[in-house]
């Protein structure tokens, strides 16, 4: 199972809304509304952020929201703050009854 | 509160074995899924294996890169989930998390991590 795609980096001005991709196949992404989002913050643990494609946990702020379209799923970050510069993974239930993560997209708040 | 504590890590020669063990709380643990999740030196996550709950029989699933050398396996009774890592290699060393999995789709909740180091 190969990793999903996702861009080694982001980057946004407080108050400006980015989005973050992760391409994978339709054994993956495409085949499944099973789409997670997970934050870390340096040292720490991930912490979850969106589960299946557009929900998010409880204490998630609204500010964050996921989507999906074919084989790409995508996380929006609007109105962005400096506590929000974090690494972002993307995760996906696979046809093999196993999980896949991507390889991570470094977000900067500049 | 979910509490999800590691411990086994260290340091292991090439080869060797080593066996990791998360104590978890505060919540039905056998009715959970749990699963566990590696994040070598600088790189990103990866998804190593789950057991399944009790309701479905203690199924596990594993990564093509551990099948065939790690082992998942649980006590219900304790509420801890053990990983039995054999035959290691340099390029499992990474920080190794036992996590809560959601209905099986996500990863709810994430234990701090311990560190298993592979070199001679």
């Known amino acids: 199972q190969s990793a999903l795609t996702q861009p080694a980096s982001v980057s946004g001005s407080p108050g400006q809304s980015i989005t973050i991709s992760c391409t994978g196949t339709?054994?993956?992404?495409?085949?499944?509304?099973?789409v997670s989002w997970y934050q870390q913050l340096p040292e720490k643990a991930p912490k979850l952020m969106i589960y299946d494609v557009t929900n998010r946990p409880s204490g998630v702020s609204n500010r964050f929201s996921g989507s999906k379209s074919g084989n790409t799923a995508s996380l929006t970050i609007s109105g962005l703050q400096a506590e929000d510069d974090a690494d972002y993974y993307c995760s996906s239930y696979t046809s093999s009854r196993t999980l896949v993560f991507g390889g991570g997209t470094k977000l900067t708040v500049l | 509160e979910v509490q999800l504590v590691e411990s086994g890590g260290g340091l292991v020669q090439p080869g060797g074995s080593l066996r990791l063990s998360c104590a978890a709380s505060?919540?039905?643990?056998?009715?959970?899924?749990m699963d566990w999740v590696r994040q070598a030196p600088g790189k990103g996550l990866e998804w190593v294996g789950r057991?399944?709950?009790?309701?479905?029989?203690?199924?596990?699933e594993y990564a093509a890169s551990v099948k065939g050398r790690f082992t998942i396996s649980r006590d219900d009774s304790k509420s801890s989930l053990y990983l039995q890592m054999n035959s290691l290699k340099t390029e499992d060393t990474a920080v190794y998390y036992c996590?809560?999995?959601?209905?099986?789709?996500?990863?709810?909740?994430w234990g701090q991590g311990t560190l298993v180091t592979v070199s001679s």
């Open positions: 505060g919540f039905t643990f056998s009715d959970h899924y």
């Open positions: 996590t809560r999995g959601g209905l099986g789709s996500y990863i709810e909740y």
């Open positions: 339709s054994s993956d992404v495409g085949g499944y509304d099973y």
């Open positions: 057991t399944r709950n009790k309701g479905n029989s203690h199924t596990t």
